[in-house]
Every structure is written in structure tokens, then in C-alpha cells.
């Protein structure tokens, strides 16, 4: 097992809710804008899902949900939670999904992927939706982080990063450019219908 994985598994998903299990206000009025693009029987793709934090407000609002997330022990947490929904584990730059969900999200979790990784799991994303079905994601903003510094410090310790990464001893965030994520988000054939920036995140909600 892999440090990252091992982190979400062992350490993470056990006492994910108590530290991040709250539903900010800009992430709730961003789902909820989402789903009213759902119709009733809409199913509702939650890629990175973790422990479920948003399966209630999915279900609540009368639709369906799968969950999709690479790590065993969020889904474990996720399943114990929610009996009732189905889960899978895939890989965000790789789920699989073929044109078979009527909306997507993927919230507070592309920070955790690598540059490079970013335009597969864009275009993972987008595929998973219908043609014209909402997508909502979010990308973290460096709040407080001086991200130059990060970098230096990183190259002298000989860790082959680049400008945007803040990788440390116990973990790892990428934080890209908006020109950069725009144009990931135009290549992977995803157009901004609303946008705003609110909790540390940038919200996106876009069409496929």
C-alpha cells in the first residue's frame, strides 16, 4: 500500500466526518443548484465520494447516488453510512464510466492529484456525465499558503516538484492556476455555467 493511500485508509476515514463531515454553504447551495438540473430518477455520480458526506443532500433531494472513490476505508465508512447506496472503487484519472450519469461531482478532492494527473481525471469526469449534464467540481484555493516558499523549500530537500505543489512529510496539495485549470476544463470539453469563489474553494458548475 502506498503512503497516500495508507493515509485516506488507515488514519483519515475513521475520523474523516468529525474533522470535514460538515457541508460548508457555498458547497451546499452549489449541490443543490446542481440537482435542480436532475430530474427526479437522475442519478447522481459522486466521484471521490469518501465517507458520503454528500449522499444526504442527494438523497434527500429524491435522487439516486453511486459513489466512486479509490480509497477502501472511505468507502467502508460510506457504506456503513448508507446501506442503501452503491459504491465502487475507481480511480478519479480513470473511473471508467461511459455518458451514464445525469450529474457528476467531485468535491475537495483534485487538490489531492498531481499536475499531470489532472487533465485524465478532467476528462474522466466529463465522460461519466450525459451529454449536457451538470458537472460540479472544485478546485482549492492557497489561502495563507505562500506557495513559492513551499517551493523552495521542497527543491532543496531534492523533491522534483513544480510550482503549484506543496508536498510534504505527511501529505500533498497541488494548487494550479486558474488560466491552467481553464484550460484543462477546455480541452476536456467542459464549459463554466457558474462559478464563485467561497469556504476556500473555487465552485464550479459546468455542462458536459
Known amino acids: 500500500m502506498n503512503r497516500k493511500l495508507e493515509r485516506f485508509d488507515v488514519l483519515y476515514a475513521p475520523v474523516y466526518d468529525e474533522g ?9 447551495a452549489y449541490v443543490d443548484r446542481m440537482l435542480r438540473e436532475v430530474s427526479s430518477v437522475g ?15 442527494i438523497l434527500a433531494a429524491g435522487r439516486s447516488v453511486v459513489g466512486a472513490d479509490w480509497s477502501e476505508g472511505m468507502l467502508e465508512q460510506a457504506n456503513a453510512k448508507f446501506p442503501g447506496v452503491a459504491t465502487e472503487r475507481r480511480r478519479l484519472q480513470s473511473l471508467g464510466y461511459v455518458g ?16 499531470e494527473d489532472w487533465p485524465a ?3 474522466a469526469l466529463r465522460g461519466a456525465a450525459k451529454p449536457a449534464a451538470p ?15 513551499a517551493y523552495d523549500t521542497a527543491r532543496a530537500k531534492g523533491w522534483p516538484v513544480v510550482p503549484g505543489e506543496l508536498a510534504e512529510d505527511d501529505g500533498y496539495h497541488y494548487y494550479p492556476s486558474r488560466d491552467t485549470v481553464l484550460g ?15 469556504d476556500g474553494y473555487w465552485h464550479l458548475l459546468l455542462a458536459a
Open 20 to 28: 470535514w463531515g460538515a457541508i460548508s454553504e457555498s458547497h451546499a
Open 43 to 57: 442519478v447522481v455520480l459522486d466521484a471521490a465520494c469518501g465517507t458520503g458526506r454528500f449522499f444526504s443532500m
Open 100 to 115: 451514464v450519469f445525469d450529474a457528476v461531482l467531485c468535491v475537495d478532492a483534485l487538490e489531492n492529484l498531481p499536475p
Open 121 to 123: 481525471a478532467l476528462t
Open 135 to 149: 458537472v460540479y467540481l472544485t478546485v482549492e484555493l492557497p489561502e495563507g499558503i505562500d506557495l513559492d516558499l
Open 184 to 198: 484543462w476544463l477546455d480541452d476536456a470539453g467542459l464549459e463554466i455555467v457558474e462559478q464563485s469563489d467561497g
